[in-house]
Nanobody
Framework: VQLVESGGGLVQPGGSLRLSCAAS????????MRWYRQAPGKQREWVAR????????YYADSVKGRFTISRENANNMVYLQMNSLKPGDTAVYYC?????????WGQGTQVTVSS
């Protein structure tokens, strides 16, 4: 099982980034997919979720209206489009695959929002 995140980097406040997560080794279309983030000195927090079919999405209040989660089941990919980025969005972003009794994590990608 692998979840490999990419797309992180340094961006100025107000800018945008698109994170990608490539999944392999499990039946991707059967899993809810989530993005989490962890800022230095803070606990990991949930950011966004998309159900297995891709028809339902949910967001943390802190990112609602700015971030969009999407998925391509044909390509085993999940994305997080991040717009209007703020310094408070600086964190390592993790991709997560979830089913009952099963939880897979990626290694994370760093996002830094700074001028």
């Amino acid at each position: 099982v692998q979840l490999v995140e990419s797309g992180g980097g340094l961006v100025q406040p107000g800018g945008s980034l698109r994170l990608s997560c490539a999944a392999s080794g499990f039946t991707f279309s059967m899993y809810d997919m989530r993005w989490y983030r962890q800022a230095p000195g803070k606990q990991r927090e949930w950011v966004a979720r998309i159900n297995s079919a891709g028809g339902s999405t949910y967001y943390a209040d802190s990112v609602k209206g700015r971030f969009t989660i999407s998925r391509e089941n044909a390509n085993n990919m999940v994305y997080l489009q991040m717009n209007s980025l703020k310094p408070g969005d600086t964190a390592v972003y993790y991709c997560n695959a979830w089913r009952v009794n099963t939880n897979y994590w990626g290694q994370g990608t760093q996002v830094t929002v700074s001028s």
